[in-house]
């Protein structure tokens, strides 16, 4: 099993930026991929970045040139820094990671006032 916890969400003016961590823990030497996902009031939830244990990314198109995923493997450690925020980015960010199965962290409140 992996347990996910993240923290940074919060409250941010538009234009603003936030960073996002997520610690895992337990059996991270099955981990093989990390990232985000938000869900927005109303919406679906949907992928914002992966990052593989190897460095390799993909970004939702929506976030792209304004969000970067980085991950310190020695750590379990993902992080997720938003510049350029927009009220649209408003939504629960849930830290995800995959190794036998997707495990999700209980999710950290992002709200981009305008």
Do not use: H
């Amino acid at each position: 099993q992996v347990q996910l916890m993240e923290s940074g969400g919060g409250l941010v003016l538009a234009g603003g930026s936030l960073i996002l961590s997520c610690a895992a823990s337990g059996s991270t030497f099955s981990i093989v991929r990390m990232g985000w996902f938000r869900q927005a009031p109303g919406k679906q939830r949907e992928l914002v970045a992966l990052v593989t244990s190897g460095g390799i990314t993909n970004y939702a198109d929506s976030v792209k040139g304004r969000f970067t995923i980085s991950r310190d493997n020695a750590k379990n450690m993902v992080y997720l820094q938003m510049n350029s925020l927009k009220p649209e980015d408003t939504a629960v960010y849930y830290c995800i990671a995959d190794g036998l199965k997707r495990y999700w962290g209980q999710g950290t409140q992002v709200t981009v006032s305008s």
